[in-house]
């Protein structure tokens, strides 16, 4: 190939991966958005053969819920994906939830765009103290690895990382996808958007009992239901 071509083509292949997105992450309003989330948390502690242990899910400090996390490029791949972090208060129950974007990217031949769900299981107050001073970065200031799955509680395991992560695929499947350099940051716009106030912090949205959509309280009842301490 001529090499004016191979660059104008790698060129381009990078703009996809840097523009086109974020544009699918972010179709949904933040309402429509927490009930995605919902929906990706029910399939994900209800499916029988894959699902998250009830072991793993009553030790977790925090839960990102990310859906439709999109992969997309042909050279430079991009990911970047819209959800949601919510945090285990004092009395063992789970806060309203706080707006989170998933941003990463990856060297190889990707061509087209894929779309998973993606859900991080918090093990350490360490990650989420990362996560919220915007300093959240899998394989960098945060480790991971991929969960464990199945109706049998886990135990005997011997080293436990900061963050358990799943993706499942649109097929359903959970599948061993490598997670690490994917930074999570708090989305502030949308929080201002979901509760109607602007200037909300974080700290506001996971210790005050905040008016919030109905969506938010649907979201905490499946949470306390499957995910109780």
């Not at 949904?28 to 919902?38: E, G, R």
């Not at 959800?83 to 998933?102: C, D, I, Q, Y």
């Not at 997670?179 to 974080?202: H, M, V, W």
Request: aromatic share 6%.
């Amino acid at each position: 190939m001529n090499p004016g071509k191979f660059l104008a083509l790698a060129l381009s292949a990078t703009m996809l991966s840097t523009s086109v997105a974020p544009v699918l992450a972010d179709e949904q309003n933040a309402i429509d958005s927490v009930q995605s989330a919902t929906q990706v948390f029910s399939a994900d502690v209800t499916e029988s053969k894959n699902q998250i242990p009830k072991s793993v899910l009553e030790k977790a400090v925090a839960i990102a819920i990310i859906p439709n996390v999109v992969k997309a490029g042909f050279i430079l791949g991009g990911t970047r994906g819209a959800g949601v972090l919510v945090v285990r208060n004092n009395k063992g129950e789970w806060s309203n939830p706080a707006f989170v974007t998933l941003t990463g990217g990856s060297v190889g031949l990707q061509v087209g765009a894929q779309s998973s769900d993606v859900i991080m299981i918090f093990n350490t107050k360490k990650s989420l103290e990362k996560a919220l001073a915007q300093d959240f970065n899998l394989g960098g200031s945060v480790s991971g690895s991929a969960g464990p799955t199945g109706a049998t509680p886990v135990t005997g395991t011997s080293t436990v990382p900061d963050v358990w992560t799943y993706v499942r695929t649109r097929e359903g499947l959970f599948g061993g996808v490598s997670l690490q350099g994917t930074k999570l940051e708090i989305d502030e716009s949308r929080n201002a958007e979901f509760y109607e106030k602007p200037g909300i912090t974080t700290k506001q949205i996971f210790t005050s009992s905040l008016p919030a959509p109905d969506a938010a309280a649907d979201l905490r009842e499946i949470l306390n239901r499957y995910a109780p301490r």
